[in-house]
């Protein structure tokens, strides 16, 4: 079974700081995806990781893949209220068909 | 555009109750999930289906059944509710290794 250990599990920080959160696992994955979670709603992809090494960046957030395709991160720069959610990743396996999901970091930006 | 719609939103059982949820995609996706999520656990996968008449078993699939008559649906049965069973059940669809689209949730609670 592949398991996704993300951390920290909870952060609370304060509006213009930056952070990082971890997505980690001892399995590899053919892509690892970034998904955010607001109260009451359904997650929404934030960004697909495919390439061991990729760096993606969507406006103030970073998303690296490792190079043994086995962990990520997830930067955010200068935090806004805006960010506040349950960030989880997920890994596919190689038929595209099961996702993995890690148990989130809750963000929480003071403003 | 209605993308994934779960009905219902809220229940409330009493244990050995049955009830059926219901999820219906608009955006002609092969794949649909059905996942619970719990504090602290992340997503966990019940059972999923890749096509019309096909369902195999996810991480989790002891007491729910699933049915895929036709592409656009996918149903999750409870045939005999325990208080284990309370969670936050979310359907998704994705074209096959894509994104998932999530619905927003139904809230299941067993007495």
């Known amino acids: 079974t592949q398991l996704l250990e993300q951390s920290p599990q909870f952060l609370s920080i304060q509006e213009g700081e930056n952070l990082t959160v971890y997505c980690n696992s001892s399995?590899?994955?053919?892509?690892l995806q970034w998904y955010r979670q607001e109260p009451g709603e359904g997650p929404v992809l934030l960004v697909t990781?495919?390439?061991?090494?990729e760096v993606k960046k969507l406006k103030r957030l970073t998303f690296q893949f490792g190079d043994a395709r086995k962990d990520s991160s997830l930067h955010i720069t200068a935090a806004q209220p805006g960010d506040t959610g349950l960030y989880l990743c997920?890994?596919?396996?190689?038929?595209?068909?099961?996702?993995?999901f890690g148990p989130g970091t809750r963000l929480s930006v003071l403003p | 555009n209605a993308g994934v719609t779960q009905t219902p939103k809220f229940r409330v059982l009493k244990t050995g109750q049955s009830m059926t949820l219901l999820c219906a995609q608009d955006?002609?996706?092969?794949?649909m999930y059905w996942y619970r999520q719990d504090p602290g656990m992340g997503l966990r996968l019940i059972h999923y289906?890749?096509?019309?008449?096909?369902?195999a078993k996810g991480e989790v699939p002891d007491g729910y059944n699933v049915s895929r008559l036709k592409k656009q649906n996918f149903l999750l049965g409870l045939e005999s509710a325990a208080p284990s069973q309370t969670s936050v059940y979310f359907c998704?669809?994705?074209?096959?290794?894509?994104?998932?689209?999530f619905g927003e949730g139904s809230r299941l609670t067993v007495l």
């Open positions: 289906s890749v096509g019309e008449g096909t369902t």
């Open positions: 998704a669809s994705s074209y096959g290794g894509g994104e998932l689209f």
């Open positions: 997920a890994g596919t396996d190689n038929y595209g068909q099961n996702f993995v």
């Open positions: 399995s590899v994955f053919s892509s």
């Open positions: 990781v495919v390439t061991g090494g």
């Open positions: 955006m002609n996706h092969e794949y």
